[in-house]
């Protein structure tokens, strides 16, 4: 693991492992947590991925750096469907963030 990926600061080459977890939150159990990860692009959209969605699958979630854009990774905590609380994860990627990917100090 190289480091904590800040929201949309950080740009990351394709094929890079994340993984996405809901740490803290003030909502008692129990709840259920969604994850929507909504993608933005020419190649997403050549591949039909322009979202996808997963309910019910832990507190974490591993996805990967696979289309050229800026996407969204949205993490929703509902109980009897109903949003309680959800947050919002930027993540740009570019093919040419390799150059610079592995010189960079991770936080």
Not at 21 to 28: C, D, I, L
Not at 33 to 54: K, L
Not at 74 to 94: A, K, N, Y
Request: hydrophobic content about 35%; charged content about 20%.
């Amino acid at each position: 693991m190289y480091g904590t990926h800040r929201s949309g600061v950080i740009v990351l080459p394709k094929g890079v492992a994340l993984w996405s977890a809901a740490a803290n939150t003030n909502v008692p159990p129990s709840y259920n947590i969604c994850w929507i990860v909504q993608n933005e692009g020419d190649e997403a959209r050549a591949a039909s991925q322009m979202d996808w969605q997963q309910d019910n699958c832990g507190v974490g979630r591993w996805t990967r750096t696979a289309y050229r854009g800026d996407h969204s990774m949205v993490c929703q905590i509902h109980r009897g469907g109903v949003v309680l609380t959800e947050t919002v994860h930027r993540v740009r990627i570019r093919d040419e963030a390799w150059r610079d990917f592995f010189r960079r100090r991770w936080v």
